[in-house]
């Protein structure tokens, strides 16, 4: 699972075998959820026996899975050195909707944010990323047939700051696109980021998913305390590279602006107001989250009528927006919530380590 197609191909090559083997295993292993070699009836024996000794497929290990009474399903999993992250499956109507973890805690530290909260431990590799998916398809049953598309939806917005995990984040991508795996569309595999500039365009080079940005504030002042990244990359630089996205994509698309909605700091009609002007910029629809609280931050969610007022504002002025419903908070699995929770003590525990790294650490 650590191997994307073309890495396979080179093993499969060092070990004097055809690379289309790797389009053999990747169907095996992602469109079908196979993890045994035994069962990869179109392999020869004597290949099977060799790839026995020499691999392994294992997708990270859950170690406790909860389901919401709104059906919305989270699941903790570890990666070893008693770092945890979670992921997040959304079922709606016929979607359903996976939000995956790039980092183990996040080094961004958006002011509302628990997984920021948290600090930043490490960077995800390709097989904590795509395994999350692997779990997850898994989930509704084996032996999986090979083209049931049980996820109808992956976004990237659980824990981490995907672009600052680039090369694994793509990998993971592609095979959620690949035929052989996942097969989702482009249209249906989606990147959120807090705004890492050079590495918007870098995305553009190799890859067309749709793309999210966490703006939650029109101007410079008011960012700067919210998404502290802001500092390093303002609105204008990023509403360009949002541009030149959108640009180098081969059919029309249009940019999702999240904007956080906390009662008294962001929410208020003058700052609809300049939102709306800022964004005429480019093509894009809204989706405002209503703030989610957790424990370390004085942030209140606004009231309904608030947010309505706000939204209402925004359509007034031609702009698609949606509020999106918050889904699992009865288990900590609403936007803004993961922390890779397991209980309460464990969490504490967590908390005070990463806390000690992340002094360490710098993005
Ligand atoms: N790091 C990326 C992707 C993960 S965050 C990013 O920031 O885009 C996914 C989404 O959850 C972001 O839009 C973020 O702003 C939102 N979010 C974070 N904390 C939240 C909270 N407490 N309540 C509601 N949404 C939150
Ligand atoms: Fe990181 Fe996104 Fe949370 Fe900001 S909102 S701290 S970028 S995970």
């Known amino acids: 699972m ?27 292993v992602h469109q079908r959820g196979v993890s045994s070699f035994s069962e ?46 979670e992921m997040v499956l959304i079922p709606e109507n016929n979607r359903a909707t996976l939000c995956v973890s790039s980092q183990v805690g996040c080094a961004v530290d958006c002011s509302f944010c628990a997984t920021g909260k948290q600090g930043f ?10 395994g999350q998916v692997w779990v997850a398809a898994n989930s509704f049953g084996l032996p999986r047939e090979p083209n049931s598309r049980n996820i109808t939806n992956v976004v990237m917005m659980g824990m981490g700051e995907p672009l600052l995990n680039f090369n694994p984040v793509v990998d993971a991508m592609d095979l959620m696109m690949d035929d052989n795996a996942y097969g989702l569309s482009k249209r249906k595999v989606t990147l959120s980021t807090s705004g890492i500039v050079p590495k918007i365009d870098e995305l553009a080079k190799v890859s067309d998913v749709s793309l ?5 504030a029109p101007n410079n002042e008011l960012r700067d305390q919210l998404v502290p990244i802001n500092k390093k990359y303002p609105i204008q630089e990023l509403l360009d590279s949002v541009k030149r996205y959108v640009e180098s994509c081969e059919d029309k698309r249009v940019t999702t602006i999240e904007y956080i909605l906390i009662d008294g700091v962001n929410d208020s009609l003058e700052l609809a107001e300049e939102l709306a002007d800022l964004l005429t910029q480019i093509p894009c629809k809204v989706n405002l989250i209503p703030f989610n609280p957790f424990s370390e931050v004085n942030y209140k969610k606004p009231s309904g009528n608030r947010v309505k007022r706000f ?49 360490t650490k710098t993005i």
Not at 6 to 15: A, G, Q, T
Not at 121 to 130: A, P, Y
Not at 318 to 329: H, K
């Open 40 to 85: 990869m009836t179109d392999i020869s024996k004597d290949l099977r026996t060799k790839l026995e000794t020499v691999c392994v497929v294992e997708a990270p290990e859950v170690i406790y899975e909860k389901t919401s009474q709104d059906g919305t399903k989270k699941w903790v999993i570890s990666v070893g050195n008693n770092d945890l992250i």
């Open 311 to 359: 939204q209402n504002y925004l359509q007034e002025k031609g702009y698609i927006t949606t509020i999106r419903s918050t889904r699992g908070d009865d288990i900590m699995a609403a936007c803004g919530q993961l922390v890779g929770q397991v209980n309460d003590k464990t969490r504490k525990k967590e908390r005070e380590q990463n806390k000690a790294r992340i002094e």
């Open 121 to 130: 431990s490490r960077n995800l590799n390709l097989d904590e990323i795509i």
């Open 212 to 216: 999210t940005i966490s703006l939650h």
């Open 2 to 28: 650590g191997l994307n197609k073309k890495e396979l191909e080179k093993f499969f090559v060092s070990i004097d075998e055809k690379p289309f083997r790797a389009k053999q295993i990747i169907k095996w």
